[in-house]
């Protein structure tokens, strides 16, 4: 969400910042939903990271003045699961 003094305007959302993030092109922007483009793996992150962790930057313009615009890096983190983990059955 974006918050503006002035109440009436609306703001778009993109990923089009002036430094991308990292990881930008897993993602894409619905609205002003954030979505991933496939899933997130925490042993096949992109950027040869280890700790699971996503930089996307995004930005938000003012409809009432295109010229106006805020960038902001968020980061993501992908928790490790254990994949293999027993199944226990309870009878």
């Known amino acids: 969400t974006s ?18 993030g990292a990881d930008d092109g897993l993602f894409n ?4 939903d954030l979505r991933l483009t496939s899933a997130l793996d925490f042993e096949t992150n992109t950027d040869n990271n280890t700790d699971g962790t996503y930089e996307v930057c ?5 409809d009432g003045i295109p010229n106006l615009s ?3 890096i968020i980061t993501i983190t992908v928790n490790d699961l254990d994949e293999n983990a ?5 009878t």
């Open 29 to 32: 922007i619905n609205g002003s």
């Open 58 to 62: 995004i930005r938000t313009t003012d």
């Open 86 to 90: 027993p199944v226990i059955t309870l």
């Open 3 to 20: 918050t503006d003094p002035n109440a009436t305007d609306t703001h778009t959302y993109s990923l089009t910042c002036a430094t991308p």
């Open 70 to 72: 805020y960038d902001k």
